[in-house]
């Protein structure tokens, strides 16, 4: 290979001082060369074991978990026979239970990674070798390999593309298992190499490419071909990506740049962050404190033990001498205090984790086969991506939504226009006025233009005269739609075109050119042939100045026919009326008024303009450009300067308004929503009138509201100042209303990070791109933020991908509530990977967002029941949950300590230890997965009827500290239940034969056998919602319970294993004694009567919602009844059944009380601005210790409720 001079003589390092890749080079056909480099294979690994590392790796990764960590330091402990009273197995049991089922969890998934990994490794190749293409597999291929790809084949690694079948080097491709998209995109060959066709050119071809090392950037790529002495620019265009797949192409070639793992799919399959809920954050901490609890319960019997041995044990050496090795008291309460660990160990239960991931586990298969939430039109059911978020779902408090596509549908109709001053597209009456609401006359007839679409409907005739009548300006604004896109045509039989656009706007644009006679017909790489009113027209393709986010606009340089060079461009108003020329300002003025027009109708505008180029400037920019392609450096800063100063002095055409329709049900999810105390702010790139539009469309904003404050300000002076006003606005009027709004009283939740959040009135806030910008600074960002959350709504217009990141993230950082985001495109995965919890839409945009998210469905509508029945269940069930397990492994181990007092705190265990082994694993197990799983309070129609169910998941109100201590407290005292009153009653019990009942073994099968129960009776009356698998369960595990007993009692097993089984024949004597039953009967009776007693009157005198609406549900099913009654007593004649109701007790008091928040379908088709204040408001005051007897609903309108 031939060095050019601009190439330097002494190759710079290509690895950095820490070994990472600084620039990468790679020279075509030459294995030898590239190899010393130590460039990856072409083997993708996404496994994580094989069958020699399998087993230490798992387990090395299993006790990186510190519970796991600590069953295994209680084992090696239990291996110490002076310290340990229980047998190895109650701990290695359920350790090695846990260990396995985990274990062949991510044995299964890696075998199907291992799986994934040979198809795709395996999979055949041409390369060329030696100038002659043999078959390989994709993990033989190798950096400096030139592949050839035959049609609709995976593109193997990422290549520079050299050559193609296609004119010009052209190649298509379908991106979507990079970015979802399934439109085809062009991709094209350097001029240089596209003319290397065949075998034995390539087979000479040496050239050498210098680019950016290995990078997660889909769309960039920088890089330069040197080849003979010259140096050729090298961008994403040229560029085939893993994953791709080669489409309406025969064949072609390229050389691999980026092998394996370094290429940019792989790239971006990197782990997403683990994401946890609140309540596993409590339960580590409680866990930490159960620990220390454990600690302190050890400490204490250890001290007893050490008293003991020096005051009583010291009497008894005689025939209970110490063990060997201990020579004083103090020695053996150290040793009785690991005794005492190992006993005590079970307050933190091994099979309390893996109980959890079941449950969690479950809910997510609820969300997988919820019909409800599934799309007939797409085919698409909702996905629950992850099982670690979904009680999270039921605490949201923020919802963060994209909107093009995820509250519209993205399904975009060319609407109106404004060209040269006049507005087109107003529907008109036969007289020519304008068409009230709901009148629509006969779409234009369009059957004049034998190519147009015959989807395509427009409203206004007088666009399609002007068309005809040769309109200079009409038919310069369809010829640039016609022109300025990026647009694919596929012609599959003769007038029939099928239009691929990146997006569905430029779809909607050129369709409604075709329509009008100016038909986008092909392309080649350097011309674009267009139809204009039946003339075939082929104009020269000089440049295309391509759209991104920071452009937001997009120009095309063509040279017509006669030689004229002239600049078409379209982009944001915002963006393109700054760069006109200083003679339009009377039309900008007029256009200007159209746009505002269209945005208050919701729609989404683009303006249009153009600008002719002399010869001699075109040749100087382009030279220039050239210059700027091929810059190793600052490439796309220069290419950005270029750009923006020929897009200047631009004359205007006119506008375009381009509908996109709401999604079904969007203002009625919404709504529903906004009355569960969820409030939602709307991120979106369009400009701001569009976005208010479409918040008034959808109920956001409503006319009701006190104000909409709109924040504009282009300095932070200004931005600051706007919401200091709007602040002070807010104040104002909270003090100055009077009406039984308490404003201090308010003002006592330690729930409010900010005073303005107690204000009184509904406001929403409006803040544009830029403002934003400066509203995000760190000075600034508290003041914004305490404005926006005092608002009920949010709307942030003209924001970046980045920008929407960050006021998530602003949320996240200020506020203790939990944020969701939803979005439907590329430029909403990081505000979704950014939030608590992401859900993509899979829309019109590809699945790029749906890919990032943890939960995806395809309409927005299915949000509402997401959060309000599989988010709330899925909360109510773990809290639940959690409360039984902890209270019923306290009420389990708190017996032992309560025994060391009565033992001489010798660590003897009270149950036998098979008890203890199985007691966590099969007796209780079960029924409390059972409730976990399927659990609820009220039906799924109740969740969604009354949205105030959602509130007290917000306020973390079902499990926190505060219940975890009144659980503990439960299970203590049971506890002391469970061993004294056996113990009160054996002290003087006699057996039916007169002898002594009160034996240790007798007294550990009794308060065994009062322990299942009682835990059975509780989860019964925990349980809310019974199906055939709870009885199943419940009774099952007791009568599973009785047969083991009596099992591991029975004389064959005592013959087999002696030692083992010492209990022989117990259960059988024990429970034949009338005395043993009464005992188990009256401790079940005073362990759990209290809690009867205290729910039935926390039920009669302080119900919480979830009780009123199941008591409104019992009324009516009562109601129904009755009125079902007297229908069948033949009361003929009047119809006035509606009256039935009102015969019985009315809802009036309960509706006066404000306790019946259901939103009735009167309320859903008005959407009441203002809900009134409920009894969730009081229980937010008295979470911050000031609640108000006034504001409680334990008032008179409550006595309905009795039961």
């Known amino acids: 290979m031939t060095v050019p001079r601009e190439m330097p003589e002494k190759w710079p390092r290509v690895r950095g001082p820490g ?7 790679v020279r075509a056909n030459a294995r ?24 230490p790796v798992n387990l090395f990764e299993q006790f990186q978990e510190v519970a796991n960590t600590y069953f295994l330091f209680l084992l090696i402990l239990q291996l110490i026979p002076q310290i340990s009273s229980l047998s190895w197995f109650t701990t290695i049991v359920p350790l090695v239970l846990v260990l396995t089922i985990t274990a062949v969890k991510d044995a299964t998934d890696d075998y199907f990674r291992h799986k994934s990994d040979n198809q795709v490794n395996n999979r055949q190749s041409q390369v060329l070798i030696s100038g002659v293409l043999r078959q390989e597999q994709w993990m033989n291929v190798r950096v400096g390999d030139i592949i050839k790809l035959e049609n609709n084949q995976f593109v193997a690694a990422d290549l520079l593309l050299l050559s193609s079948s296609e004119p010009h080097g052209l190649c298509y491709i379908e991106t979507a298992e990079l970015d979802g998209e399934t439109n085809m995109k062009v991709r094209q060959a350097i001029p240089v190499t596209s003319e290397l066709g065949d075998t034995s050119k390539l087979a000479l071809f040496d050239g050498e490419v210098i680019c950016e090392p290995p990078n997660n950037k889909l769309d960039k790529f920088g890089g330069t071909l040197y080849w003979k002495e010259n140096k050729y620019p090298l961008s994403n265009q040229n560029m085939l990506l893993r994953g791709c797949v080669l489409r309406n192409t025969e064949w072609c070639f390229g050389l691999v740049i980026f092998a394996g793992p370094d290429t940019k799919l792989m790239q971006n399959s990197g782990r997403t962050k683990f994401k946890r809920t609140s309540i596993d954050r409590l339960m580590n901490t409680l866990v930490l404190w159960i620990f220390g609890f454990l600690v302190c319960m050890g400490v204490i019997l250890a001290i007893g033990n050490a008293i003991w041995e020096h005051e009583v044990g010291v009497c008894f050496q005689i025939y209970l001498p110490w063990d060997e090795g201990v020579h004083s008291a103090f020695f053996s309460g150290f040793l009785s205090f690991w005794s005492y660990i190992i006993i005590l160990n079970t307050v933190v239960p091994i099979s309390l984790y893996v109980s959890v991931e079941v449950i969690r586990l479950g809910h997510s298969y609820f969300i997988n086969w919820d019909k409800k939430m599934y799309c007939a039109k797409r085919r698409t059911p909702a996905e629950a991506r992850t099982t670690t978020l979904n009680e999270e779902l039921g605490q949201v408090e923020y919802i963060f939504s994209d909107k093009t596509g995820t509250l519209t549908q993205n399904i975009m109709v060319f609407s109106k226009c404004s060209v040269n001053g006049h507005s087109y597209g107003d529907v008109q009456d036969v007289l020519g006025h304008k068409a009230e609401l709901g009148e629509r006359p006969e779409p234009v007839d369009f059957s004049f233009n034998p190519l147009a679409d015959p989807r395509f409907q427009f409203w206004d005739p007088s666009l399609l005269e002007a068309v005809k009548l040769g309109d200079p300006h009409v038919h310069e604004f369809f010829r640039l739609l016609s022109l300025c896109h990026t647009v694919m045509s596929e012609e599959k039989s003769e007038g029939e075109l099928f239009y691929k656009a990146q997006s569905p706007d430029e779809g909607a644009l050129v369709t409604a050119a075709r329509n009008f006679g100016f038909v986008f017909r092909s392309r080649t790489p350097k011309t674009i042939t267009v139809h204009e009113l039946g003339r075939a027209i082929t104009y020269q393709l000089l440049a295309i100045l391509d759209f991104n986010n920071i452009r937001k606009r997009m120009s095309v340089i063509v040279r017509s026919p006669e030689g004229k060079i002239r600049l078409y461009c379209k982009g944001a108003d915002t963006i393109l009326l700054e760069r006109l020329h200083p003679t339009n300002q009377d039309l900008t003025n007029v256009t200007t008024d159209h746009l505002n027009e269209y945005a208050g109708e919701g729609l989404r505008t683009l303006v249009l303009a153009y600008k002719d180029l002399e010869e001699s400037y075109y040749e100087d920019w382009s030279e220039r450009l050239h210059r700027a392609s091929g810059a190793p450096e600052a490439r796309e800063d220069r ?35 906004t009355l569960a105390n969820i409030k939602i702010w709307v991120l979106t790139g ?3 009138e569009t976005a208010v539009n479409i918040g008034y469309s959808c109920k956001m904003l409503t006319d009701d509201m006190t104000e909409v404050f709109v924040i504009t300000g282009h300095t932070v002076l200004e931005v600051r100042e706007e919401l200091r006003k709007a602040r002070e606005k807010m104040m104002d009027a909270s003090r100055s209303m009077g009406n039984g ?137 773990m809290c639940k949950f959690l409360c039984y397990f902890f209270y019923k492994n306290f009420a389990f181990t708190m017996v032992h300590f309560w025994f060391g007092f009565f033992c001489g705190f010798s660590a003897q265990t009270v149950y036998d230890q098979y008890f203890i082994t199985l007691y966590n694993i099969v007796y209780t197990s079960l029924p409390v997965l059972a409730m976990g799983v399927f659990d609820q309070d009220v039906p799924e129609q109740r969740s969604m009827e009354y ?222 601005a203002r809900p009134s204040a409920s009894w969730i408001e009081t229980l937010r005051k008295k979470k911050g210790g000031e609640g108000s007897t006034a504001c409680s609903p334990s008032g008179a309108a409550d006595k309905t409720l009795k039961v």
């Open 19 to 25: 070994g990472a890749e600084e620039e990468r080079r």
């Open 32 to 55: 030898e060369y590239n190899e010393k480099f130590q460039y990856a294979s072409n083997c993708i690994k996404t496994s994580k074991y094989n069958i020699v590392t399998f087993l």
């Open 639 to 673: 290419l950005a300067r270029l750009y923006d100063e020929v897009e200047h002095d631009m004359m205007l055409l006119g506008a375009t308004a381009i509908e996109d329709k709401l999604q079904q049900g969007v203002p009625e999810t919404i709504a529903i929503l």
């Open 686 to 688: 369009d400009k701001q």
């Open 741 to 877: 709004f308490s404003y201090q009283e308010k003002l006592s939740s330690t729930k409010l990070t900010s005073v303005l959040e107690a204000i009184a009135g509904e406001y929403a806030l409006v803040i544009n791109g830029h403002s934003l910008a400066h509203a995000l600074e760190a000075d600034m960002e508290v003041e914004f933020l305490e404005t926006a959350c005092a608002c009920k709504a949010v709307i942030c217009c003209r924001v970046t991908p980045l920008q929407k990141a960050q006021v998530v993230e602003l949320v996240k950082k200020y506020k203790k509530a939990v944020t969701l985001a939803i979005g439907d495109g590329a430029n909403d995965v990081s505000m979704i990977k950014t939030a608590h919890i992401g859900v993509g839409i899979s829309g019109q945009e590809g699945i790029q967002a749906v890919l990032a998210s943890d939960y995806s469905f395809s309409q927005f509508k299915f949000l509402q029941r997401l959060l309000l029945v599989h988010g709330r269940w899925s909360y109510l069930r």
């Open 947 to 1168: 949205p105030k169910l959602y509130e007290p998941g917000q306020l973390n109100l079902l499990f926190n500290k505060r219940e975890f201590f009144i659980c503990i407290a439960q299970g203590i005292y049971t506890s002391v239940l469970m061993f004294f009153i056996p113990y009160g009653v054996f002290a003087d019990a006699t057996r039916d034969d007169g002898a002594q009942l009160a034996d240790y073994q007798s007294f550990a099968v009794t308060v065994a056998t009062s322990l299942v129960i009682v835990v059975s009776v509780q989860i019964g009356l925990d349980t809310g919602f019974w199906t055939a698998i709870n009885h199943f369960f419940i009774w099952g595990s007791l009568a599973a319970y009785f047969a083991i007993l009596f099992a591991m009692h029975s004389d064959g097993l005592f013959q087999m294993f002696p030692n083992q089984f010492r209990f022989v024949g117990n259960a059988q004597n024990t429970l034949a004694q009338p005395t043993v039953w009464l005992t188990i009967a009256l401790t079940t009776v005073v362990c759990v009567m209290p809690v009867v007693a205290f729910r039935f009157l926390k039920l009669d005198l302080k119900p919480e919602l979830s009780d009123t609406v199941r008591y409104t549900q019992l009324v009516r099913k009562k109601q129904k009844t009755q009125h079902r009654c007297m229908r069948r007593v033949g009361r003929v004649g009047s119809r006035r059944s509606g009256y039935a109701f009102s015969h019985q007790e009315g809802f009036g008091e309960l509706i006066m009380s404000g306790k019946n928040m259901r939103l009735s379908s009167l309320a859903l088709s008005g959407f009441a």
